[in-house]
């Protein structure tokens, strides 16, 4: 029973989750070409806008003192940017990163709406891999008062993790699955290119929490179900399905598209899809100790 109170353990158990159905499942949403074919259907539902908590978030981060005017926030995998604007509208100076051009520009025209004219000048935003990036080079270690990983791809592994902590010298917010997912035509498309069913366990926000409280950490952590609908016409279905497909598969292309197409065609309703999202995310808040890396 000790072993489950030991870093390693826990690295480790992060590490065999890479030959399993569900680590190939996520490097599906590995590339920024997904996300790119992806960014137009986002923010467009109510419920999925309602299931971003974003008054909750608000008020776990002042609840652990890491919300205040002039603070210095980090935000890896931004995506439409909603919670960095939200942050620079409560003081926050926000430097926010993606990979995917497609997800900036949502960004970029959200904040470009009058209502968010106050927090321009207090967002930096930036194109680039968090997986590759140098944070010595750019100055980043123990640069912020808090560093969010919010259901990002960025953070996916113990390195990037690690390296998101580096940045923070204050403290550190992340969101992700926490428990299964249901993807009714992931699981189908999954079946008829992989030639399996669909093996999709929680991201890897489990074993970050797990590996905090081997290292002394305790989080305040928070669980919310959240379901809502995605609509989108065939065609953009297909790019990004066929985006995330060429990540996990070894079908050639031509045999991606035939077959995502087929599926698709076969379910639409007049030329358009219904992408059905429903599950539970875990968001977890702590303070950097002091001395202790942590």
Same mark, same amino acid.
């Given at each position: 029973?000790?072993?489950?109170?030991?870093?390693?353990?826990?690295?480790?158990?992060?590490?065999?989750?890479?030959?399993?159905?569900?680590?190939?499942?996520?490097?599906?949403?590995?590339?920024?070409?997904?996300?790119?074919?992806?960014?137009?259907?986002?923010?467009?539902?109510?419920?999925?806008?309602?299931?971003?908590?974003?008054?909750?978030?608000?008020?776990?981060?002042?609840?652990?003192?890491?919300?205040?005017?002039?603070?210095?926030?980090?935000?890896?995998?931004?995506? +439409?940017?909603?919670?960095? #604007?939200?942050?620079?509208?409560?003081?926050?100076?926000?430097?926010? #990163?993606?990979?995917?051009?497609?997800?900036?520009?949502?960004?970029?025209?959200?904040?470009?709406?009058?209502?968010?004219?106050?927090?321009?000048?207090?967002?930096?935003?930036?194109?680039?891999?968090?997986?590759?990036?140098?944070?010595?080079?750019?100055?980043?270690?123990?640069?912020?008062?808090?560093?969010?990983?919010?259901?990002?791809?960025?953070?996916?592994?113990?390195?990037?993790?690690?390296?998101?902590?580096?940045?923070?010298?204050?403290?550190?917010?992340?969101?992700?699955?926490?428990?299964?997912?249901?993807?009714? #035509?992931?699981?189908?498309?999954?079946?008829? #290119?992989?030639?399996?069913?669909?093996?999709?366990?929680?991201?890897?926000?489990?074993?970050?929490?797990?590996?905090?409280?081997?290292?002394?950490?305790?989080?305040?952590?928070?669980?919310?179900?959240?379901?809502?609908?995605?609509?989108?016409?065939?065609?953009?279905?297909?790019?990004?399905?066929?985006?995330?497909?060429?990540?996990?598969?070894?079908?050639?292309?031509?045999?991606?598209?035939?077959?995502?197409?087929?599926?698709?065609?076969?379910?639409?309703?007049?030329?358009?899809?219904?992408?059905?999202?429903?599950?539970?995310?875990? +968001?977890?808040?702590?303070?950097?100790?002091?001395?202790?890396?942590?």
């Amino acid at each position: 029973m000790t072993s489950i109170f030991n870093k390693e353990f826990w690295l480790s158990e992060w590490q065999k989750d890479k030959s399993s159905d569900t680590y190939s499942v996520h490097k599906g949403y590995s590339s920024a070409e997904y996300w790119d074919k992806a960014a137009g259907s986002y923010n467009q539902d109510e419920n999925e806008v309602k299931s971003r908590r974003q008054d909750k978030t608000l008020g776990l981060l002042e609840r652990n003192n890491l919300l205040f005017e002039g603070m210095e926030v980090l935000d890896i995998g931004c995506g +439409t940017g909603m919670l960095s #604007i939200a942050l620079a509208h409560r003081g926050a100076n926000v430097t926010a #990163i993606d990979f995917s051009k497609g997800m900036l520009d949502q960004f970029r025209h959200l904040l470009s709406m009058d209502e968010n004219e106050a927090a321009r000048d207090k967002i930096s935003i930036h194109q680039g891999d968090w997986h590759t990036l140098d944070i010595e080079q750019k100055n980043w270690k123990d640069r912020f008062d808090l560093v969010i990983a919010f259901m990002s791809p960025g953070v996916a592994t113990p390195d990037s993790f690690f390296k998101m902590i580096n940045c923070s010298k204050n403290g550190c917010a992340i969101r992700g699955w926490a428990a299964k997912q249901t993807h009714p #035509i992931l699981a189908a498309l999954w079946e008829k #290119i992989m030639d399996t069913q669909l093996e999709d366990k929680p991201q890897s926000i489990l074993f970050k929490i797990n590996l905090l409280f081997s290292l002394g950490v305790f989080p305040e952590i928070s669980f919310d179900t959240v379901e809502w609908n995605q609509d989108t016409m065939v065609q953009e279905e297909l790019d990004r399905q066929r985006a995330f497909f060429k990540k996990v598969s070894d079908k050639p292309g031509k045999d991606l598209e035939r077959i995502i197409r087929s599926y698709l065609e076969s379910i639409c309703d007049g030329g358009r899809i219904i992408r059905k999202h429903k599950g539970l995310t875990a +968001t977890a808040v702590w303070k950097k100790r002091s001395g202790s890396g942590m």
